[in-house]
């Protein structure tokens, strides 16, 4: 009788071979003590060695690959993805509020609305929809921007009616033109609104990709320090064993990680000094400059907008601890002025040449022209000579009582406008420049360590090679 499993203990014997042999063993089993001999002998050893260390390099050129694949694809999203939608987001947000200056700069003109005025608003109107269009297309599906670019779009026709109301009764002469133009700025102001949200939005998308960009490699630089450090390991072994003090193939594999390692470090620390350069003086700059130029195109709006409602619209604030009513308009003008010294201020800090620096202090010389004049049309307007004050904003009357020699508080702003622009020219050109330098760094890297890792790994497998063919 074959034997049989003891029922006393309850576990099954091996079942005997065909030929009435030792049992069989499973195959993982016969593979576990053919290592484990092999691990006895010194052949045995090397092949294991040279097997790990193979498997080493490679996973360390992979590993590099991988992972300075994702940052040139984050530096390339910051230079030709993010920034760009960060930048189209500020436009849509400094073309509406142009376009809304315009038209209140139109409609204080009364019937004697000017071409240029009329062909800026038109302009800035234009250019609003285009931005849209493209921050439409760039945009990530679903996103919370996404959601308000739509919305914009169907808010854009609305004001734009609201606007040709306004003019058209203004024309007439009909008070009722003010009113469809302060109902057009409330409907503008919640324009704003979903475009300061984009602006955020894309803002911190620009900082997650640098974030991606620059972070660094930890893990391939892990992976190469243990790579060469276990090739050293194996050279010197090898030496006290052999007392041969090179192996051709272990050498080679060790300089190539060495390369890959030094590449790396090198080459990241490159990119991301040029990538944290675009950002520290190209992004943070035009991102204050946008606010600054935001911040005089509302004030500027504002200011129009005091003369047109002529004290209907008032606010409470404090003044000398005891609550006072003053005008929304005139109120709001003032902190947009001081917002607007506060980002200029911010801009001379983080220019990092005079070709930066100098178009903000001309723009900082225009403000405070600016705000002196302003004074001038509101102690104007306070006294009851609406005509006075009217001309000291939009230009046009010069009397003993309403003098004309300084400039109207428009063409004050026009060249605060005018220098912001020359100034946000010039630090996108230094981002893209820096953005650039960081992006080259990183070329090749990717492919040359996968190269160089498999070159490493074909070394470590020859050089025990050549050790075991002496056991031949």
Not at 20 to 48: K, M, N, S, Y
Not at 330 to 354: I, P, S
Request: negative net charge; charged residues 25%; glycine residues 10%.
């Amino acid at each position: 009788m074959p034997p049989q499993n003891s029922p006393a203990s309850g576990t099954p014997r091996p079942a005997p071979s065909p030929d009435g042999g030792p049992p069989r063993r499973t195959a993982f089993a016969e593979g576990v003590d053919q290592l484990r001999a092999a691990a006895t002998t010194e052949p045995g050893r090397l092949r294991i060695i040279g097997a790990l260390l193979a498997l080493l390099v490679v996973a360390f050129g992979s590993v590099t690959a991988w992972q300075m694949t994702d940052r040139a694809a984050a530096a390339d999203d910051v230079l030709h993805g993010s920034q760009p939608l960060s930048s189209a987001a500020a436009e849509i947000y400094s073309s509406l509020a142009a376009a809304n200056t315009a038209a209140s700069s139109g409609f204080l003109a009364g019937g004697q609305e000017t071409e240029e005025s009329r062909e800026d608003y038109e302009r800035e109107m234009g250019e609003a929809a285009k931005q849209l269009a493209f921050a439409a297309t760039a945009s990530e599906s679903g996103s919370d921007s996404e959601q308000r670019i739509a919305e914009l779009n169907s808010l854009l026709p609305e004001y734009k009616g609201l606007v040709e109301r306004a003019r058209a009764n203004n024309r007439l002469g009909y008070p009722l033109g003010g009113a469809y133009l302060r109902y057009a700025n409330d409907k503008m102001q919640k324009m704003l609104g979903e475009a300061q949200s984009i602006y955020d939005n894309e803002n911190e998308r620009l900082r997650d990709d640098y974030a991606d960009a620059t972070s660094y490699p930890w893990a391939a630089i892990g992976l190469g320090v243990i790579a060469i450090g276990g090739l050293v390991w194996a050279q010197r072994r090898n030496y006290r064993r052999t007392n041969r003090v090179l192996n051709h193939g272990l050498v080679a594999a060790t300089a190539a990680s060495t390369v890959v390692l030094l590449w790396l470090a090198g080459g990241h620390t490159v990119a991301r000094s040029g990538l944290n350069e675009s950002y520290e003086h190209g992004v943070r700059s035009l991102t204050v400059l946008n606010d600054a130029r935001i911040a005089s195109l509302t004030a500027r709006g504002n200011e129009n907008l005091t003369l047109i409602s002529r004290g209907a619209q008032t606010t409470e604030i404090m003044v000398d601890g005891k609550p006072t009513d003053v005008d929304e308009f005139d109120n709001q003008f003032k902190v947009e002025m001081a917002g607007l010294t506060k980002h200029l201020a911010a801009a001379e800090r983080l220019a990092d040449d005079d070709s930066g620096a100098k178009p903000v202090r001309a723009a900082g010389a225009s403000m405070e022209a600016w705000q002196n004049r302003h004074a001038n049309a509101r102690a104007a307007d306070n006294r009851g000579d609406y005509q006075c004050a009217l001309a000291q904003v939009i230009g046009g009357r010069s009397t003993s009582e309403c003098p004309d020699g300084d400039k109207p508080t428009g063409e004050c702003f026009d060249e605060v406008d005018k220098n912001l622009g020359i100034a946000s020219a010039y630090e996108k050109n230094e981002f893209k420049l820096a953005a650039e330098g960081g992006r080259r760094a990183m070329l090749g890297l990717p492919v040359g360590a996968a190269v160089l890792a498999v070159l490493g790994a074909a070394g470590a497998v020859l050089g025990i090679g050549r050790r075991l063919s002496e056991y031949r």
